[in-house]
């Protein structure tokens, strides 16, 4: 997608106190759009900041200089190349800190998923349509080869991951400016993701990147805009999973 026609998608949803872009994490074009649009609204001093689920709450380029190298940044992000390649995510990344705006953490961290896992207060954060859509995600989105058991706690994982980025979006609000959320698609999602846990006062909205045509799979309601993007080609990314998890649907 050309930079000039990202700037125009963008230019239509603003004003906004919260922008969410969920992307296909192997898309490539969408790491090209994300780091057009954080230099689109640096451009224009209306970013406020840019959070990431590629990286867990608590680190921060708040105290980098602009001038900061690539490896200082990934160093104050405690960045995991091995699950977020850095050459997808860096163009963003170093967008922002070159614009002098803090780049933030702001997925649940994994010492506390377990305790996640038993928290059954989060079963009652989503309206219960809702929590039954996500589980089915859950279910389908581990190619239903996890045990029914899982479901619940692998559930409340993804609602805890929501509630930490909203919290995190929350303390990154300025009046007047866009906090970027750069996460997977289903974490964009209005009726089942972060939008779900912001604060009824603000002004958020949501984008899917979506890879190909998607098949009349689009839930009207579940984002405020969807920029399509290339087919990929076809992957089976359920043999990954199948390896690892052997004798989950037995």
């Known amino acids: 997608m050309p930079a000039a026609q990202t ?22 074009e969408h790491h090209q759009i994300e780091q057009e649009v954080v230099s ?4 224009r001093s209306l970013l406020a900041a840019v959070a990431l689920e590629m990286a867990e709450v608590g680190v921060s380029t ?11 940044t990934r160093r104050a992000l405690s960045w995991d190349d091995q699950a977020w390649p850095w050459q997808a995510y860096g163009p963003a990344v170093m967008t922002a800190v070159r614009a002098g705006v803090p780049v933030l953490g702001a997925n649940l961290p994994r010492s506390r998923m377990q305790d996640s896992m038993n928290d059954s207060k989060l079963d009652v954060q989503l309206p219960g349509p809702a929590l039954k859509a996500q589980q089915q995600g859950i279910r389908t989105g581990h190619c239903n080869l996890l045990p029914e058991s899982q479901i619940t706690p692998m ?4 609602i805890a991951r929501d509630i930490t980025m909203a919290d995190t979006i929350h303390q990154l609000v300025v009046p007047g400016k866009t906090v970027v959320l750069i996460a997977g ?5 209005r009726i089942l993701g972060v939008p779900q846990h912001l604060r009824a006062d603000l002004e958020a909205k949501s984008i ?8 009349g799979t689009d839930r009207t309601d579940a984002f405020d805009g969807v920029w399509s993007t290339p087919a990929l080609p076809d ?5 990954g999973l199948k390896e690892q998890l052997p004798a989950a649907g037995k």
């Not at 559930?155 to 993804?158: E, K, L, M, V």
């Not at 698609?185 to 999602?189: I, L, R």
């Not at 899917?208 to 098949?215: F, I, M, N, V, W």
Request: aromatic residues 2%; charged residues 25%.
């Open 155 to 158: 559930t409340r994982i993804q």
């Open 62 to 72: 708040a105290k980098l200089k602009p001038s900061a190298t690539e490896e200082q």
């Open 185 to 189: 698609n289903g974490h964009a999602d």
């Open 7 to 28: 700037a125009d998608r963008l230019a239509a949803l603003l004003p906004a106190d919260v922008l969410l872009i969920g992307e296909q994490h192997d898309a490539k």
């Open 208 to 215: 899917h990147l979506r890879a190909g045509d998607g098949s």
């Open 235 to 239: 992957t089976d990314y359920c043999a």
């Open 40 to 43: 689109s609204l640096a451009a």
